[in-house]
């Protein structure tokens, strides 16, 4: 009887992990998937003299900061954002024409020198919202899920850490917990020295 109940407690106890685990997956593919869209791209070509440019997103950008287009080395300050449009107007015109799908680099966000202006940020701003709502009923019994972010303190405020916490409604300790650390795609753009 003892092995009978030792068994099926085991079994409970591995459900509870494995969910638990899975919760924290979800989540963490979603906060992924965010981090993964901040991408700047052309959405249509720019003719000569142009100082306004559609992009595919202007999500994180903001008036002031310094942007190059293409393998051009000529950096263009932003005037204005227009998140309706996707569209930013520049400082100066274009000297010559871009074509759709060139790659935008932000120098600004690349030379960061506060949290508050790096990529990690723009995913801190933009986490989704936690699967079901931060709770869920596992194997009859009410958990709760919690996701701590900060941006990392030092420069290049490139990297989001994550710390997550499950635990059953009530109690303060955690039955399971994880750290990690997400770096937006568009981060890898940035030239290094």
């Known amino acids: 009887m003892t092995s009978f109940s030792l068994s099926a407690l085991l079994k409970v106890r591995a459900r509870v992990n494995t969910e638990a685990t899975n919760w924290i997956q979800q989540d963490l593919e979603a906060v992924r998937s965010r981090a993964s869209q901040i991408n700047y791209t052309l959405a249509s070509n720019a003719l000569a003299g142009a100082n306004t440019l559609t992009l595919t997103s202007v999500t994180g950008l903001s008036p002031g900061e ?13 005037n204005t954002v227009n998140t309706g449009t996707n569209t930013v107007q520049l400082s100066a015109s274009l000297p010559g024409a871009q074509t759709a799908g060139t790659t935008v680099y932000n120098v600004s966000k690349c030379t960061a ?18 699967p079901n709502g931060g709770s869920r009923t596992i194997a009859g019994k009410s958990y709760t899920l919690t996701r701590s972010a900060v941006v ?41 020295n």
């Open 152 to 192: 990392q303190a030092a420069a290049p405020f490139e990297v989001l850490q994550i710390t997550y916490g499950v635990q059953r409604a009530g109690e303060t300790t955690p039955i399971m917990s994880m750290y990690t650390e997400v770096i937006p795609n568009v981060a890898f753009q940035c030239a290094r």
């Open 113 to 130: 020198t506060a949290a508050a202006n790096g990529y990690a940020n723009i995913v801190l701003q933009n986490l989704p919202t936690l």
């Open 66 to 78: 310094r942007i190059t287009i293409g393998r051009s080395v000529s950096a263009y300050t932003i």
